[in-house]
């Protein structure tokens, strides 16, 4: 999705007047500082009036604050209209710049930001602009940052979604829709339409699943409640050590501590739990390998060992070294988007060093591996590798068992076991948590996010549509072809002056195209859409949907939107310039079919210049319509 803004003239008229190089060697260090990064554009500045470059450079700095922040944008800007020669700088300057659903304020506070950055580097008499320049970038950068979806399954989704050409609007809440009207599925993460919230809710409880499990005839570790810090070792006594400490309803690994084996080690990782949540357990531990099969639907979707974090010893380099060496993997970072963590010679780390008899400055030994987690979780520094084709079918068949148990659609089975190759019938095994809304990850699995939408939505989600302009004939055009559309069974949407509704049953009376399209676009009874323009407000809204199957060009009745709404009465003979506008805007949006009725007062009939498939404009007579509508897409 893309949104217009307009290039501020005096800035452009800087660049234009302006030695460029002085411009950009500062913006190019205040990024550098900022971001650690360069300008996302070649080491040479455009020369001075080298419009369109000027307006890309601007662009890409905008595109590239947004993906820094987290901000699910997949697209690059594009210029759209630049000034002609002779009018000078003050005149219009058009860019198209992407938009993460729901976050179009976030593309404009970037846009500004690049702007004032620009401009900011021409305060030559300002001795500490640099430094300014630099504060403001990162001031900037982290309040684009809090517009982010947390976690990193929504950025994945939303990616796979663009890439399989999946139309996605924003909730009002951190869910998105995939796809339109009945088509349509909402996620949150991984949680989906089809996730019970009793289910949701059992599986944050770990005690409570773990005894819905166990009367599944499901393996459990053995494990108890306690209250505080001594009846934790006193359970810890009564199991046997080594035992795990971790809290009843967190996910993620907070708050886990394994592998203990002495009373001060329960107490202190006891009060780590209990720092997070109130209600904390003791549990024997479990020997094994750690796995993560995650189910969909009542099959195995995907399974991997989570291998803790550590490193490789090269019988040269320190254990510092060797983490520093990994940390610079561009894979791990910091935060909720970065596939793998950053590894930290903490407190732990230093402790589990010394238990191998190492510490930070020590060099291991060519091929030994040094631990540096108990836990083997992903967001500790652990690292991911698939095992899906090694999967006994025992053990397949166990982590479905335990996901129906809980009556989830979509999960991550954790399971303790000596090898996932062998049958748990043989070896044994612990399943010792149910994740109700697992992170797929990007190392192993990035593929799972479009199979995912794939499997939920049965296609690309899309819902016919077709739009009208500038219609006046009686009856309207619009609801000829709703009452056709409906012939086919199908609940038809519509939108036109009048207000919006489905089939006979009105929504809303009055109101907005793009408001009334988004209404019926998030309704589960759509099965079609028809959208009859009358006015502008597209121009100043953009198109409720990104894209659309069939174009009809009915007539030239398109007038201002202040000249419309309740007792305008008939709209009048739009002039050519705003037709013109309004078709550059709809006709890139037309997927398919381009028609002009005769007689619509359309002079030009010749390429749909710009459509995503449509092919030529194509006359037709009005009464051919219905006929044509049997080719409608299903």
Known sequence: MLVSVLADADAMGALDSADPGPVWQVVGQAWRKALGEDLPWPTEPPTPAAWRVWAALLGACAVALLQRAGLAVFEAAEVLQLPRRETGPAARTTLLLPVMPGRADATRQAWSLVLELFEGAFEVADPMRLERM????????????????????????????????IPVMALAFEGFQYGHGRRAQWLESTLTLQTPGLAVALARDKLAAAARLRQAGLPVPVHQAVLDADEAVRVARRLGFPVVVKPVDRDGGVGVSTGL???????????????????????????????????????????????????????????????????????????????????????????????QTLAADAVPARGREVRLRRIANVNGGGRPVAVNERVHPDNAALAVRAVEALRLDLAGVDVLMPDIARSWLETGAAICEINAQPQLGATTAPHLYGEILRRRLGGDGRIPIVVVLGDAGSPPLSEVLVMHLRQRGWAVGWCDRRGAGIDDEWLVRGGGMFASGQMLLTHPRVDALVLAIHDDEILQTGLPMDRFHWLVLAGTAVSPRVACGPGAGTPGRGSQALLDELLASLVPACSNRVLVVAGSGYSGVGPAQGAKGAGAFEEIGRAELSVALEQFPA
């Open 134 to 165: 630099e504060e403001r970038l990162r001031a900037g950068l982290a309040s684009l940052g809090r517009q982010a979806p947390r976690g990193g399954n929504t950025p994945r989704f939303l990616r796979a979604a663009h890439e399989l050409g």
């Open 261 to 355: 084996e002495t009373e001060e080690e329960v107490r202190a990782a006891y009060a780590g739990a209990s720092a997070v949540s109130p209600r904390v357990l003791i549990e024997k531990h479990v020997f094994g390998r750690d796995y993560r099969l995650t189910v969909l639907d009542g099959r195995l979707l995907w399974a991997i060992e989570r291998i803790p974090a550590g490193v490789t010893g090269d019988g040269v380099s320190t254990v510092e070294e060797l983490v520093a060496r990994e940390n610079r993997d561009p894979r791990r970072g910091e935060g909720p988007h970065a596939a793998l963590k950053r590894l930290s010679l903490d407190d732990e780390a230093r402790r589990l060093l010394a238990a």
